[in-house]
């Protein structure tokens, strides 16, 4: 992240944002480094936090320190600075989907008068290497930095985001999701809130679920967030072995580790403006279809399906329902229920094999298969996709 730090440490909740910012991305980006810089000098950066040494509290400490203390009064030459961070993605070995994310709330244009013809070159070297920008306003920029913003996105298959309140983080978040395959946010609440008013977030978490990140934005600094399990026990940032928070001003994450299937609350109060709350899952189960690869046209065929963790089948109980949509070479679907009652295709009740049997596939060619599992008492399913050819 390089911040046009003077525009910023002058602008409201300038500060704010980009400590919101920073701990968004290294929520979504666990696994890389990252780096903060000004602008005006991109070479004296702050980092890496990430694989680096410090922890973020240090991390973010260090960032509000120089946020605090602008310095350089000068001009900003946009060419000269995206040319240093050229080199400093190069120097460091970055790969391809590494992501540059330029803030700023004034124009980055200013003085620039025999430079500015090289910043889309520049940009194009970024694309070459699969390095992509992404433009962050906020405040009231003028239309010169939006329209320059706008063009080194797209120049790098990014996109343009103004960073003005709850959606524009939220959009952030959602960019930075699609780009790395995670998955989408899904919304648990959202509201204006006043004084004395309170914003109570529900999540119901099905069984097998691994991990549950629950995902705040709010318009101001102000306000608390506490998380109570399905027993109403009320979880603590201290309670490490199941859970941890991560607080910003403007960006709240709460991960649960191996929660308890139920539903999970979190109320917030004490906050006067916009809050929305979000929450994605990742689940230890996976569904698995045992049919042949190849079967023949002329005669029924069973379909079995049973639930894995790891390389171990696993009973789940009785409360649950298992179907299969089988889509022909034709693109017709047909919905099967399975069953584990011993009986219409089933062999043993009970045995956690889910069967039903298919009549004699109609033509030959590639079948595909959905399964999904459904439990009666959440509102959730877990569904895998396979083949087999007839």
Known sequence: LSADINSISQAELGIETVQSILGLISTLRPEDELYFTSMRDPNNYIGPFGVGDLSFKE???????????????????????????YNLFDSK??????????????????????????????????????????????GNPSQS??????????????????????????????????????GSLVSSGAAKLYTG????????????????????FKENRFGSLRLKNPSGVESTSGDRSSS???????????????????????????????????????????????????????????IVAYVSEGDLMIPIGQDVQMKATITSPGGTPIVYQLNDDGRSGDTISSDGYYSTTMPSPIQDGTYTVSLELKWDDFDYSLSESSQFEA
């Open 145 to 182: 930095i939006i329209s320059v913003f706008t063009d080194l996105s797209e120049t790098t298959s990014s996109i343009h985001i103004e960073i003005n309140g709850p959606d524009g983080l939220k959009r952030l978040a959602d960019t930075i999701m699609s780009n790395n395959a995670l």
């Open 244 to 302: 941890k928070v991560l607080e910003t001003p403007l960006f709240v994450v709460w991960d649960l580790v191996d929660p308890i299937p139920g539903m999970w609350t979190v109320d917030v109060k004490g906050i006067v403006g916009s809050v929305s709350s979000w929450y994605i899952t990742s689940n230890k189960y996976r569904l698995n279809l045992n049919i042949s690869e190849i079967v023949p046209t002329n005669q029924s065929t069973n």
């Open 197 to 216: 008013d309170i914003l109570t977030s529900k999540v119901n978490v099905a069984p097998g679920t691994e991990t549950v990140k629950l995902v705040f």
């Open 59 to 85: 991390f973010l400490a260090e960032v509000t320190s120089s946020l605090n203390n602008p310095g350089d009064e000068s001009p900003l030459a946009l060419s000269q600075s995206l040319t240093e961070i």
């Open 93 to 138: 070995g970055a790969s391809a989907n590494s992501n540059l994310y330029l803030l700023s709330s004034s124009n980055p244009l200013a003085g620039e008068n025999n430079g500015s013809h090289f910043v889309q070159p520049i940009s194009e070297l970024f694309t070459l290497k699969g390095w992509k920008i992404t433009g962050l306003t906020m």
